[in-house]
């Protein structure tokens, strides 16, 4: 029986939950793990191949929940969902799938959003790390066959397929901070290409220690006739800065999201929280709300719950807004210096697993040891919005 155990991948499984196919996921983890994060629905059944079922679960109730109808089988590697499956079907139970790669291949996958630019020459697509939130841009002049990429994950090359694919070349690789959530696969890429990586110039009060192309305050790159303008946004961080695409989009990294903003207390500190805030309340008001209406705000990040839900739209789904509509939907946008600085600095939430080594990751300060350790840094949802 055990033979005809099916598996798919969790590309498959993302495409049947986004189609509402009927089935029950159930994830074989440790409870501490699942209440962290999992897939939205999922049902925790504890199982470990030696010692069997944890909590409150026995066969009889394992029973019950197959009869539903078919089950899919996570757990963090593929390991312990595989031997439960091989237990479900030798109990009779054939509608079983195992997810291969487990939740480790979840936090990798990827959706591309093309947007509709009206342009002739301008591509823009955002890059959607489904289970992190993590949202990197590809921007390029199709009249020169040329892209960049704004802040690239480590699966760097799923920016390079998204280029390719739209018969660009790559040649230069921006991060708009040092980010504090995700390993960057930002200057790995530049230097696997031989192209320039670019990052605000304030990063050189970062303590990074690999060499990168620093851009003043409204200076511009050019791809063919696209401009990018770098504008120093600080708040989330000391370095973080926005680049503005063709005067009409702005990618904010970590400054502004559709449904928040950015957390201060990662870089500046718990007692110095308030600074960034005061940073950040300028930034908002004084760069980029006195932006035209129409300016369309592409963020770094998109909320995500513990369940793997977004905070706003779904993945495969343009995670974007106009400034006008944010002006008038994002409380926050709207209240004075003293109270935003008081949200902002007093109501933190809880602090991104990891993210001081991630930090020191990412001014090369550390390094990673191996792919096993950097895919556990990075497990479960990013946590940078206030």
Request: aromatic share 8%; net charge negative; with cysteine.
């Given at each position: 029986?055990?033979?005809?155990?099916?598996?798919?991948?969790?590309?498959?499984?993302?495409?049947?939950?986004?189609?509402?196919?009927s089935?029950?996921?159930?994830?074989?983890?440790?409870?501490?793990?699942?209440?962290a994060?999992?897939?939205?629905?999922?049902?925790?059944?504890?199982?470990?191949?030696?010692?069997?079922?944890?909590?409150?679960?026995?066969?009889?109730?394992?029973?019950e929940?197959?009869?539903?109808?078919?089950?899919?089988?996570?757990?963090?590697?593929?390991?312990?969902?595989?031997?439960?499956?091989?237990?479900?079907?030798?109990?009779?139970?054939?509608?079983?799938?195992?997810?291969?790669?487990?939740?480790?291949?979840?936090?990798?996958?990827?959706?591309?959003?093309?947007?509709?630019?009206?342009?002739?020459d301008?591509?823009?697509?955002?890059?959607?790390?489904?289970?992190?939130?993590?949202?990197?841009?590809?921007?390029?002049?199709?009249?020169?066959?040329?892209?960049?990429?704004?802040?690239?994950?480590?699966?760097?090359h799923?920016?390079?397929?998204?280029?390719?694919?739209?018969?660009?070349?790559?040649?230069?690789?921006?991060?708009t901070?040092?980010?504090?959530?995700?390993?960057?696969?930002?200057?790995?890429?530049?230097?696997?290409?031989g192209?320039?990586y670019?990052?605000?110039?304030?990063?050189?009060?970062?303590?990074?220690?690999?060499?990168?192309?620093?851009l003043?305050?409204?200076?511009?790159?050019?791809?063919?006739?696209?401009?990018?303008?770098?504008?120093?946004?600080?708040?989330?961080?000391?370095?973080?800065?926005?680049?503005?695409?063709?005067?009409?989009?702005?990618?904010?990294?970590?400054?502004?999201?559709?449904?928040?903003?950015?957390?201060?207390?990662?870089?500046?500190?718990?007692?110095?929280?308030?600074?960034?805030?005061?940073?950040?309340?300028?930034?908002?008001?004084?760069?980029?709300?006195?932006?035209?209406?129409?300016t369309?705000?592409?963020?770094?990040?998109?909320?995500?719950?513990?369940?793997?839900?977004?905070?706003?739209?779904?993945?495969?789904?343009?995670?974007?807004?106009?400034?006008?509509?944010?002006?008038?939907?994002?409380?926050?946008?709207?209240?004075?210096?003293?109270?935003?600085?008081?949200?902002i600095?007093?109501?933190?939430p809880?602090?991104?697993?990891?993210?001081?080594?991630?930090?020191?990751?990412?001014?090369?300060?550390?390094?990673?040891?191996?792919?096993?350790?950097?895919?556990?840094l990075?497990?479960?949802?990013?946590?940078?919005?206030?």
């Open positions: 029986m055990g033979t005809l155990l099916h598996q798919i991948t969790v590309q498959e499984l993302a495409t049947d939950l986004d189609a509402g196919k089935f029950t996921v159930v994830d074989t983890r440790p409870p501490e793990s699942f209440d994060w999992h897939i939205a629905g999922a049902v925790n059944v504890p199982y470990h191949p030696l010692d069997g079922l944890g909590g409150d679960w026995d066969w009889e109730r394992i029973s929940l197959a009869e539903e109808g078919p089950i899919v089988v996570i757990c963090g590697k593929g390991l312990s969902s595989t031997s439960f499956g091989f237990e479900l079907s030798s109990r009779g139970y054939d509608d079983v799938t195992v997810v291969k790669g487990g939740m480790q291949d979840w936090s990798k996958l990827y959706e591309v959003v093309e947007l509709d630019t009206e342009s002739d301008l591509y823009l697509a955002q890059v959607q790390r489904r289970a992190k939130g993590c949202l990197g841009y590809v921007v390029g002049s199709k009249s020169a066959k040329e892209a960049v990429v704004v802040d690239a994950t480590r699966q760097s799923e920016f390079e397929l998204v280029a390719a694919d739209a018969g660009m070349t790559i040649s230069g690789v921006f991060d901070h040092v980010h504090a959530d995700h390993v960057s696969g930002g200057r790995t890429l530049a230097d696997r290409l192209v320039p670019y990052m605000g110039a304030n990063a050189t009060d970062r303590d990074v220690q690999y060499d990168f192309t620093p003043d305050d409204g200076e511009s790159v050019t791809v063919g006739d696209v401009e990018l303008e770098a504008r120093f946004a600080p708040g989330h961080t000391s370095d973080m800065t926005n680049y503005l695409v063709d005067g009409r989009y702005l990618l904010t990294g970590d400054t502004l999201f559709v449904e928040s903003v950015g957390r201060t207390e990662l870089q500046f500190g718990d007692d110095d929280a308030a600074t960034g805030a005061e940073l950040l309340y300028d930034t908002l008001h004084e760069r980029i709300l006195s932006l035209p209406a129409e369309r705000i592409l963020p770094g990040h998109v909320s995500v719950a513990a369940d793997g839900t977004y905070g706003v739209a779904s993945p495969g789904e343009l995670v974007s807004a106009t400034l006008g509509e944010l002006r008038e939907e994002l409380a926050l946008l709207g209240l004075d210096e003293e109270a935003f600085v008081h949200r600095a007093d109501d933190t809880e602090k991104p697993p990891n993210y001081e080594r991630v930090i020191a990751i990412n001014t090369g300060r550390e390094s990673v040891t191996d792919e096993e350790e950097a895919t556990e990075e497990l479960g949802p990013n946590n940078c919005a206030a």
